[in-house]
């Protein structure tokens, strides 16, 4: 199985500063077809998890622009360019290349200082 | 609007059985794969299975390989997960999750499932 691992495991932030998220993979996440199955998860507390980023660096519909995803191969980054309150919440990786099974990182806990 | 919307939890002594269900709006049902995701109390997101578009093939964790039987009926827009054999590790929210782009373009609000005697 690919064992996801992110970093920092809690990040604690001021408002309007920026924050970034590593999440490195066991293997390439590198698909035999080129596409790398890499995305990105926001759950706010008492909420569903909602998708922000798919394959590595595109944004779903109605996510913010402050939101971007980098990376290759076995290292990947979510950045958000200036924190605000509502982005508070558990933020995980997963991969979707070498499934089953889908794997997610452990979660990196965002938090306002 | 897409809308997944799960139910069926509940509290269910170990080695019982509990089907959950999600319906779906808002999208061409029949067009995506589907998945079942879990999360235990105060932990993390964990795959459970996964559902081609027409049901013709299904994949599953091993945790719950034998166990746990995802099934659909696209007619109705249905999304279904029976469990069996149920022990107090599976007890978690289950979250229904579309597959556009992969999987978790959209989510259910989850069900909570109580595995105890």
């Known amino acids: 199985d690919v064992v996801m691992t992110q970093s920092p495991l809690s990040l604690p932030v001021t408002l309007g500063q920026p924050a970034s998220i590593s999440c490195r993979s066991s293997?390439?996440?590198?698909?035999?077809?080129?596409?790398?199955?890499l995305n990105w998860f926001q759950q706010r507390p008492g909420q569903s998890p909602r998708r922000l980023i798919y394959k590595v660096s595109n944004r779903d519909s109605g996510v913010p622009d402050r939101f971007s995803g980098s990376g290759s191969g076995t290292d990947f980054t979510l950045k958000i360019s200036r924190v605000e309150a509502e982005d508070v919440g558990v933020y995980y990786c997963?991969?979707?290349?070498?499934?089953?099974?889908?794997?997610f990182g452990q979660g990196t806990k965002l938090e306002i200082k | 609007e897409v809308q997944l919307v799960e139910s069926g939890g509940g509290l269910v002594q170990p080695g019982g059985s509990l089907r959950l269900s999600c319906v779906a709006s808002g999208f061409t049902f029949s067009s995506y794969a589907m998945h079942w995701v879990r999360q235990a109390p105060g932990k993390g997101l964990v795959w459970v299975s996964r559902i081609h578009k027409d049901g013709s093939s299904t994949t599953y964790a091993d945790s719950v390989k034998g166990r746990f039987t995802t099934s659909r009926d696209n007619a109705k827009n249905m999304l279904y997960l029976q469990m069996s054999s149920l022990r107090a590790d599976d007890t978690a929210v289950y979250y229904c999750a579309g597959d556009k782009d992969g999987l978790g373009d959209s989510w259910g609000q989850g069900t909570l499932v109580t595995v105890s005697s």
């Open positions: 293997q390439s996440l590198v698909h035999s077809n080129g596409k790398t199955y």
């Open positions: 997963m991969q979707g290349t070498n499934w089953p099974p889908y794997t």
